[in-house]
Nanobody
Framework: QVQLLESGGGLVQAGGSLRLSCAASGRTFSSYAMGWFRQAPGKEREFVAAISWSAIRIYYADSVKGRFTISRDDAKNTVYLQMNSLKQEDTAVYYC???????????????WGQGTQVTVSS
């Protein structure tokens, strides 16, 4: 089993930046691909970014490409999401998730954190 805990959410102004962290415990972290998803009220949970074992491959949703950066530190069992140039439409609960291989579909992820709220004001 893998346990995931997100942190770093908060309130920021449009154009600002925020860095989310996801701390993992349990099975060897380095063997998992990690992803970030988000869910706004009344909307489905959507893919944001994913990073493979050893960061060999990284994928981003078109809506965040060029603004967000996903990274991982296997020594600390932590994955990060650096969010720059934030927009009001980025407002959502952000979740990290772990998968055995790199995928973008939420159904491919085996473990999920409880989420952290990100609110972007005008």
């Amino acid at each position: 089993q893998v346990q995931l805990l997100e942190s770093g959410g908060g309130l920021v102004q449009a154009g600002g930046s925020l860095r989310l962290s996801c701390a993992a415990s349990g099975r060897t972290f380095s063997s998992y691909a990690m992803g970030w998803f988000r869910q706004a009220p009344g909307k489905e949970r959507e893919f944001v970014a994913a990073i493979s074992w050893s960061a060999i491959r990284i994928y981003y949703a078109d809506s965040v490409k060029g603004r967000f950066t996903i990274s991982r530190d296997d020594a600390k069992n932590t994955v990060y999401l650096q969010m720059n140039s934030l927009k009001q439409e980025d407002t959502a609960v952000y979740y990290c998730a772990a998968a055995g291989q790199l995928v973008v579909a939420k159904s491919g992820y085996d473990y999920w954190g409880q989420g952290t709220q990100v609110t972007v004001s005008s």
